[in-house]
């Protein structure tokens, strides 16, 4: 596996989230820095889980399900998004690529004891329905792709990274989401040139570059991701009744 080079102090940063989240039960980092291509000036995406005292949760009014700071940590601009427990474990039941990504991040800024807990079970919310998730954030990149008069490394390398997380994931029942470590079993050969091109520029263009072969490399890693999907042997539905009782077991040994 590839190493997933990053500077960021872990601890510090979940210091920050901390700070403007009370209860937080875990934080792991996203976004480009989880990925693999991060650049110089690339904002920090801290993502986590919170609970909500139990009190809050049987009053009459009810607490938020997601709070959204966002700040600055060494000088980067940073955001952290976090969802109540409950709303967190009803998303990992809906074959949320995102969270399960987010989940099994290495990057952990925070509750590393709580995610080994967790962790078992999210690797249980792994399905084929994920496919919908992979499949309609490759179509969003695309979108985007058609819209730009100059490619972008940024969009490109967010499209390969999202076709290959998918059909990787239908195909071994693992979440990988860090491109270089994908890129170790696909093999594409021109990820390594984009991802070091990004580097240099978050927001550059590519001027020259041949959207057309992207364009039809990504059309034929769409179709790899639906034949993994027509193959896959994963089960079709979340383990919906122990998340339930994770979370109620939760909630009660908290109160």
Known sequence: MAEIAHDLDLAALGRWANEHVPGALFWTVSGAHLYGFPSADS???????????LSALVGLRRPPETVEPKGVFTDLETEAVAHEIGKYLRLMAKDNGYVLEQVFSP???????????LRP???RCVTRGCH???RGFLQTQLRLLDKQTEVKAKTLLYAYRVVLTGVHLLET?????????????????Y????????AAAEVGTLPGEDVA???AELAHWEERLDAAHAA?????SAPVEELDRFLVGLRLGAS
Do not use: M, Q
């Open 107 to 117: 990057l952990v800024a925070h509750g590393a004891e709580f995610l080994a807990r």
């Open 232 to 236: 896959s042997r994963l089960p079709e």
């Open 43 to 53: 904002d920090v995406d801290v993502r986590g889980a919170f609970a909500a005292p």
């Open 132 to 134: 919908r998730h992979y």
């Open 191 to 198: 990820v390594p040139e984009l991802i070091r091109r990004k």
């Open 173 to 189: 029942g693992a979440v990988e989401a860090h491109l270089p470590t994908l890129n170790e079993r696909f093999g594409l050969a």
């Open 213 to 215: 072969f992207h364009r």
């Open 121 to 123: 079970l999210a690797a």
